[in-house]
């Protein structure tokens, strides 16, 4: 078993409380860049599986307490094995869990608990949000038989959900959405405040040269991007202004051949004026970074309808898209889908399309007087993606449930009404 406890920090800080994060599942990136604001406050202690900590670039000494679970250890083993340690702190935040309900609705926290939310249809809704198309039927009939029926995960997950002091939402937009109907089902836990995914980078703003430069991010996906409309907002593009200089760049793998088609069609509208740029290999972080530096603004072409599991979501709606991330850390204006709920302060730096024709307006006008530079400088008035402030509102948060005298089960009456 690997086991890494930190002794560099042998003594509890009287001014710095004892933050767990618990991350089991995937969001090694979440906790890359989450970590490192939390540090600023909190002493950390990190429980999380040996895959997700290798898909993480973070110095062991950041944390207090560095809980590593091998694969396949049985979770009731090993907080058996910590359960000091996982018991010795004054918040607890699960920044994703999508299995062992059961046994952590048995736990009892005496501090304050936080749940992330990141697919809000699955997690609060999962009876009314399932996909009852014929192609999910056996994906289905399996996952009720095993999953909801004889291991009751719906009953634990729900329990687990009302016992936590707060239920954090994937943002601010998604909250205003969902929170009524959530109250409805007896999850009166939402919290007003969702934690940002990231933090605002130091990315300079890019050279103006002889081309506006602009991408798409993500891998080459036909299931998750309309590129229909792309297609026809460029084509519209260029007919209209076909003296200026474009490149657009893929930035994603497009690593199957249906990628490929994708990026055949859009290459038969590169010519000496406008280029196209794509990468058939893995886009590492570094080569990632230094496209991002020369880009000038974003577009998100998303289809709004996602998937979990037997479950429908909705980017913007129910969930996140990874966008928002590169947004705010590399600091680029977007243009989103008009139905996509960004958080309010990112309404500042964004466009939104419905259409072709939309999109097409919304890129002239992004690239007309240079509108793209105004609004990459209104990133320094986004006072709440500070990393300073990131780590003070969740600070602030921890203080608001502790006043609250909060244990494990009860009620929060607090932060803007009955939560």
Known sequence: M????????????????RLLLIELDYHAEVLTCLCPILAERFELVLWTTDKIWRKTSLP?????????????????RFWRSHEHALLSVDFVYFNTLEKHFGFFAG???TCPTVMRIHNTNASLFPFASIDWSLRNACKFAAYMLWYVLLK????????????????MLPSEGVVARVRDDAQARGFHNISDYSIPFSCLGDAQPAVRGDRIVFA???????RRKDYDVLFDALSALKQSRPEWRMEMIFLGWAKQERAQTILERFCSLADEQFQVTSFRDYVSE???????????????PMKLAASHKIHQEFYGQTKISGLENDVVRYRKPVIVPQDYSLPQDLNRIALTYSDGR????????MIDADRWQVLTNRFEELHNYKRSVIAANFYDL???????????AQPLVALGGRL
């Open 107 to 109: 736990r009892k926290f």
């Open 2 to 17: 690997t086991d890494v406890s930190n002794s560099s920090h042998p003594s509890r800080s009287a001014l710095r409380p």
């Open 286 to 300: 570094q080569t990632f970074a230094e496209q991002m530096a020369r880009v000038h603004f974003l577009i998100a």
């Open 216 to 222: 798409v991010t993500g891998s080459v996906d036909a």
């Open 60 to 76: 062991a000494e950041l944390f207090v307490e560095l809980l590593i679970m091998p694969k396949k250890y049985p979770v009731e």
């Open 398 to 408: 921890w203080q608001k449930l502790e006043q609250q005298k909060m244990t494990y």
């Open 358 to 365: 939309s999109l097409c307006d919304a890129m002239i006008t």
């Open 152 to 167: 009751r995960m719906w009953h634990h997950r729900a329990r687990l959900y009302r016992n936590m002091s707060l239920l």
